[in-house]
């Protein structure tokens, strides 16, 4: 597919579901327990739930998949998870709901990660995560870039959603990069402090406020435009970045791209839980960047799907109908 560069919003809407998206990085399961403490244990000071129901979900990199598929994409996993039960449950999850795992890798000598979370009368009593944030071994990487290299060329954009659980390294980053480089495929990066300093040469970053400071080591004061710039390219010039995304919380979004930069407020919401609205900004600006967008509709309906699932309570994937008359309503027009 070739993008068009000149398009209506209708369009831009329906380009979407010619997309194809790689997302390469640390997918898990999430587990919840729904119950009620109606007593203290006897064998120590702590609640006891009686539970009433146990549900699964995708975590991580899981809700920029159904993320991306919200918006009508195909959405493709590359990850490495456990030959362990969680490891079925997750890649159930998976099949259940349509999502392609051509890139998915089972190891035996890795756990699934796993968050679960006990919740009583919506009070989260305890969460209890089964885990291991390390490295994936050489053959494992091996495997992973194999898979990336294989599904790339077929795919518009490639997302790396990091979050320091091991499936993504130095080396397997700039492989995969190099490569989708080569292949004039962009790559629109969600990072973490592990690896900051290893995504050379990718086409979008987008950390938030926290990762930027602690990512670059440097403080600053958001709120002065020209401090704040030189921190944003500095970022571009340390990675050798094509653009960044910075998500700035209550004070919106700042793109740095194609040679523009451009400030975009937050839009008024009523938050009900900000849960996975980096993984919504993430999935809309790699849509928006395969379809060649300029960096005001990238930014804008990235920072609009972003407070959207803000007014939904848990992680929710974005929801396309609401998006888009939300961005016509606010007058947002597609290039």
């Known amino acids: 597919m070739n993008p068009v560069l000149d398009m209506s919003l209708d369009e831009l809407f329906d380009q979407f579901d010619r997309l194809r998206v790689l997302i390469v990085g640390d997918v898990m399961l999430d587990s919840y327990v729904w119950g009620r403490v109606e007593r203290i244990s006897p064998e120590a000071p702590v609640p006891v739930v009686t539970v009433d129901r146990r ?58 990660t796993i968050k679960e979370r006990i919740i009583a009368s919506a009070q989260q009593v305890v969460r209890v995560d089964t885990e291991t944030d390390k490295y994936i071994t050489a053959d494992e990487r091996a495997q992973l870039v194999q898979k990336a290299k294989e599904l790339i060329p077929s795919c518009h954009v490639v997302i790396f959603e990091d979050y320091d659980k091991g499936v993504l390294s130095k080396e397997a980053i700039a492989e995969i990069t190099d490569f989708a480089n080569l292949q004039n495929v962009p790559t629109v990066v969600d990072p973490k402090k592990r690896n900051f300093l290893s995504y050379q040469n990718t086409t979008l970053f987008k950390p938030n406020l926290k990762e930027l400071r602690e990512g670059l080591k440097v403080e600053f004061d958001v ?35 194609n040679g523009e930069t451009l400030k975009l407020p937050a839009h008024v919401r009523q938050i009900a839980d900000v849960s996975g609205a980096g993984d919504t ?22 920072n609009l799907g972003g407070g959207l699932v803000c007014e939904s309570v848990g992680v929710v994937p974005i929801d396309k109908a609401q998006l888009k008359q939300e961005a016509i309503e606010t007058g947002l027009r597609a290039d």
Request: aromatic residues 2%.
């Open 223 to 257: 709120d002065n435009a020209t401090e704040f710039q030189a921190v944003v390219s500095q970022l571009k010039e340390t990675l050798n970045l094509k653009g960044a995304l910075i998500t700035l919380s209550e004070r919106g979004a700042f793109i740095d791209y």
């Open 55 to 112: 549900e699964r979900r995708l975590g991580g990199a899981g809700n920029v998949l159904l993320n991306v598929q919200a918006l009508g994409a195909e959405a493709i996993i590359c990850s490495v998870i456990g030959t362990d039960t969680a490891g079925d449950q997750l890649e159930q999850e998976l099949c259940d709901r349509g999502l392609n795992c051509d890139g998915l890798i089972r190891s035996s000598s890795r756990i699934t």
């Open 281 to 302: 900004v993430i999935s809309i600006a790699a849509c928006c960047v395969a379809l060649k967008q300029s960096p005001a509709v990238i930014a804008g309906l990235s």
